[in-house]
């Protein structure tokens, strides 16, 4: 019998299609083809891309050649462009303001064809250091509020080039879906004196039927309320509001955890597109105890279609307890 299920940070409801019960192979997934052609962010390609903002690379290396093994460029289409000041303005009953941020894209490695999944440990916590690192540099500019981290793997899920990659946005505002999860967190707060997220993982640990991966200082679940198959979240076991504030152990835990849970992942689901987005706290609330940074991973399996725009419901026809099992038994 289908399910309604409360999430617990935002009040949102979603339906848990019990009946149609959805395994990893009923859903159809296309493999993309090569589209080809020419990569601006290949090696030797350094001076077809906007000059380096910042990069890791081999010792007596200049930046824009080759000779690195991440490097962060300003996006060259960007979403809002770094010039000029936020102007507030009305039109009538309208709000409107200048188009003022930072756009950037982290080019995760060298190697065209590597997927975030088979890289080492080591080099996925070096992407995550880039990330952090320029987070922390944006958060200096004082017209910005909030910075976006995100991940678009596949054409479906919205990336442009196959080349791996990631990207950051620096926002003057924050973000409507942040602030009901900032609203949820300390409203929950405010009731029982103790952060959701905290409480979200203490309750999966003890059931045990949602974990994903394991790991000592970090956790990666399939959420109660899950709005999308095999929708999976990590989260750091101790409570913590801001990304940013993560040292280099924890990002080497961090990058081992994410690592197993996407292998995982594209084990369970062959390689699927997916999204994947860094929650954090707002520009200058890195101390707020009621809220709990996480990445949250959604591969794009279903289509989000007329009662979902029309209802503000998901129907995930995978129970999150189901993919989680999944994940858990494919072997690696």
């Known amino acids: 019998m289908p399910q309604l299920r409360k999430d ?29 052609g020419f990569c601006p962010f290949c090696y030797g390609n350094e001076d077809k891309t906007p000059p380096e903002v910042l990069s890791y690379r081999d010792p007596g290396t ?6 690195w093994q991440v490097r962060v460029v300003p996006n060259k289409f960007p979403a809002l462009t770094i010039e000029g000041e936020i102007n507030r303005a009305g039109e009538g009953m309208y709000d409107k303001m200048s188009g003022v941020g930072a756009h950037e894209v982290i080019i995760e490695t060298p190697d065209h064809d590597a997927e975030l999944s088979r890289m080492p440990v080591e080099h996925v916590a070096l992407i995550l ?15 910005f ?5 995100f991940r678009n793997r596949g054409y479906a899920a919205g990336a442009s080039l196959e080349h791996p990659h ?20 300390k409203k929950y707060y405010g009731y029982k004196e103790r952060c959701v997220f905290c409480d979200i993982i203490a309750q999966e640990l003890w059931t045990s039927e949602r974990v994903v991966v394991e790991g000592d200082a970090f956790i990666s679940i399939a959420p109660f309320a899950a709005r999308f198959p095999f929708e999976t979240w990590v989260l750091p076991k101790k409570h913590d509001p801001s990304f940013e504030d993560i040292d280099a152990d924890s990002r080497f835990a961090l990058a081992a955890v994410l690592k ?6 594209n084990v369970a689901l062959s390689d699927p597109p997916y999204n994947l987005i860094l929650h954090t706290s707002p520009v200058g609330e890195r101390d707020l105890k009621y809220y709990h940074w996480h990445i949250e991973i959604m591969p794009k399996l279903t289509k989000v279609a007329g009662f979902e725009w029309g209802s503000g419901f998901y129907i ?3 129970p999150p307890e189901e993919a989680a099992r999944y994940m858990r038994e494919v072997e690696l």
């Open 145 to 149: 509020r909030y910075i976006q981290f």
């Open 62 to 67: 200049k930046p824009d050649t080759p000779g």
């Open 166 to 185: 990631s990207q950051l946005i620096a926002l003057p505002v924050i973000p409507k879906r942040l602030t009901e999860e900032l609203a949820g967190s």
């Open 8 to 36: 617990p940070v935002l009040g949102r409801w979603v339906i848990i299609a019990t009946e149609r019960g959805k395994r990893p192979t009923d859903f159809v997934h296309i493999p993309e083809e090569r589209r080809g």
């Open 129 to 143: 250091k880039a990330a952090e690192q320029r987070i922390v540099d944006l958060q200096g500019d004082t017209r």
């Open 260 to 265: 197993e849970t996407l292998s995982r992942m």
């Open 316 to 318: 995930n026809p995978t």
